[in-house]
């Protein structure tokens, strides 16, 4: 079974550009989240996708946001770029239902210059 | 509101010494917790989750309603456990969100 896919790996943008990322979910993983991992603050939930619907949203500005198609697959934006939106933002994927494993791909580095 | 914290942001301790990562959390429904681990250039994965009460890879971690902790331990540590270790909380009252610690870094010395 394949794992959770993101795309690209490595990202470079400037200031102002806007960037999309891409996760392939596990199949048969409906839920899908993002997060921010940076050094200083660990991971931050930015939001939970589950069947095409945001179910949860972070404490992220309006220009961090995301999507999901009918099979599962999710995009995350960021608009307007910041020097501080430089991370590694990672996507996880898991079954619905209790206890339940969230599995995570290897992460999109994203810098913004 | 849910939360969780370690502590410990770095802990060395030798090998075969044992050792603990401190997670406290709040949380006021019934908490599911999870320890995930990232080793050196690897993907986050699953260590262990509170429900199953197994032992992986030595490590075991006992939830404590009462002190609101889910401590990992092991009582020999190995080169190999050198890894960063995130404690985490599934807040199943809002869907699938997890509320991960900010992370302990382990250095386990030769």
């Known amino acids: 079974k394949a794992g959770v896919t993101q795309t690209p790996r490595y990202l470079i943008k400037t200031r102002g550009q806007q960037v999309t990322l891409s996760c392939s979910p596990i199949s048969g993983h409906r839920s899908v989240s993002w997060y921010q991992q940076t050094p200083g603050q660990g991971l931050q939930f930015l939001f939970e996708?589950?069947?095409?619907?945001?179910?949860n949203k972070g404490n992220f500005p309006g220009r961090f946001s995301g999507r999901q198609f009918s099979n599962s697959r999710s995009e995350m934006n960021v608009s307007t770029l910041e020097l501080g939106d430089s991370a590694l933002y990672l996507c996880?994927?898991?079954?619905?239902?209790?206890?339940?494993?969230?599995?995570f791909g290897q992460g999109t580095r994203l810098t913004v210059v | 509101a849910q939360r969780v914290t370690q502590p410990e942001k770095l802990l060395s301790v030798f090998k075969g010494a044992p050792v603990e990562l401190k997670c406290n959390y709040s949380?006021?429904?019934?908490?599911?917790l999870f320890w995930y681990v990232q080793y050196s250039r690897q993907r986050l994965q699953l260590l262990l989750r509170?429900?199953s009460r197994e032992s992986i890879k030595g490590f075991t971690a006992d939830l404590n309603k009462g002190e609101t902790s889910f401590h990992l331990k092991k009582p020999f540590a190995q080169e190999e456990d050198s890894a960063m270790y995130y404690c985490a909380l599934r807040a199943t009252n809002t869907g699938n969100q997890f509320y991960f610690g900010t992370g302990t870094s382990l250095t386990v010395i030769p």
């Open positions: 509170h429900i």
């Open positions: 996880a994927s898991s079954l619905a239902g209790t206890n339940t494993e969230a599995f």
């Open positions: 949380y006021s429904g019934s908490p599911e």
């Open positions: 996708y589950f069947s095409e619907t945001q179910r």
